[in-house]
């Protein structure tokens, strides 16, 4: 498994992303995804607290360059946090969600909650990053985007 690293998205790394400004050096040329700007874009006005894990987005590193984005869809309600991540295609199947999701469930040290998450039918790469790190399938549900999802969970804590 490759070493990866996170990093929580700062203010002006999300401006940036939305801005299409790009550093010289530090991110892979495919990043940031369409869906990378997405998630900056509606963060970006939020990122006020940046002590929990669940506060603002967090970028994932690999060999000490930007690959994806991965973080939880908002504060815990009802005990329960739902977590979303990607990679961007040049750095896919090499382990990186795995390390990076296995990561950020650590910082949910301490903290009593169930993690969702929902993938594509289709997607098998996520649907494995998701039982690599423990989750295990719970439903299934159909969506007009993606056609039918599976509902993942597991404890953390």
């Not at 607290?49 to 603002?56: A, F, K, N, V």
Request: proline fraction near 6%.
């Amino acid at each position: 498994m490759p070493e990866v690293s996170l990093h929580q998205l700062a203010h002006v790394e999300a401006r940036d992303i939305v801005e299409g400004r790009r550093p010289a050096l530090g991110w892979a040329p495919d990043f940031p995804s369409d869906t990378d700007v997405g998630v900056a874009r509606m963060v970006q006005p939020s990122l006020a607290d940046e002590s929990t894990p669940w506060s603002s987005p967090w970028l994932m590193i690999c060999e000490d360059v930007v690959v994806g984005m991965l973080g939880f869809k908002g504060p815990p309600a009802r005990g329960e946090l739902e977590v979303g991540y990607g990679v961007v295609p040049s750095r896919q199947g090499r382990g990186v969600a795995t390390a990076a999701l296995g990561a950020l469930l650590e910082l949910l040290h301490g903290h009593e909650l169930d993690v969702r998450a929902h993938t594509a039918a289709w997607n098998l790469a996520s649907q494995a990053v998701l039982r690599r790190n423990g989750f295990f399938e719970v439903g299934r549900t159909t969506n007009l985007e993606d056609g039918e999802l599976i509902e993942w969970r597991r404890k953390v804590g």
